[in-house]
């Protein structure tokens, strides 16, 4: 434990990054446009950023700690933004990754997806459908979209590993690749957003 004169000065900084944090969390909370709203989501992180620095930085310069725990949870990035961009058209491309924790719970809750699809269909029939992963995933997306299966996802038997969206300008003819080649039209150069979602093990460094 140190006691230099300096010692106050960086933690009354850090106390002022927490509190800035906690405001700037209660705002984007206050204004949320939705569940999976990306101001809440960028707060959340800065806020648990400067909550773990203020903790750190309390035990390393007088041995005490506060009382909170840092449990394992999503860092989110904003990597880009072009806030002059004005678009005519945008596409939105979206990647989220999962381990599959338990493969049990997953055809679980394909069949119950498949149960929400067809309510007039025996249990049997949802148990012949869902015979694999694969069609588990498939059931899940086509009951509840891409957001639905997100949500869903700790309940049925995924392990969020992360994800990334990017929204780019669609230029003149955009429209043609949407089936064929959805993905060839992605060019960094267009790039108007891009937000990242790593999820982490441990605590954040900076």
Do not use: K
Request: proline residues 5%; charged residues 30%; glycine residues 8%.
């Amino acid at each position: 434990m140190t006691n230099e004169p300096q010692d106050r000065t960086r933690l009354q900084a850090a106390l002022d990054g927490l509190t800035d944090a906690l405001e700037n969390h209660l705002e984007a909370c206050l204004g949320r446009s939705g569940e999976a709203d990306h101001a809440v989501q960028a707060t959340y992180t800065a806020l648990r950023h400067a909550a773990q620095q203020y903790d750190d930085l309390l035990f390393e310069l007088r041995d005490e700690v506060t009382p909170w725990e840092f449990p394992d949870g999503p860092h989110v990035d904003i990597e880009y933004e072009d806030a002059d961009a004005e678009p005519s058209a945008v596409g939105v491309f979206v990647r989220r990754d999962y381990d599959i924790a338990d493969t049990d719970e997953l055809l679980g809750a394909g069949r119950e997806a498949y149960g929400e699809l067809y309510p007039t269909d025996p249990l049997e029939a949802a148990i012949a459908d869902v015979s694999h992963p694969g069609r588990a995933l498939y059931q899940l997306l086509h009951a509840y979209g891409v957001d639905g299966l997100d949500q869903r996802a700790e309940g049925a038997g995924l392990t969020p590993r992360g994800g990334t969206v990017w929204v780019q300008e669609l230029a003149e003819g955009d429209p043609d690749t949407l089936v064929g080649e959805p993905f060839d039209v992605v060019d960094e150069e267009l790039l108007i957003y891009r937000l990242d979602e790593v999820m982490e093990s441990g605590t954040t460094e900076e």
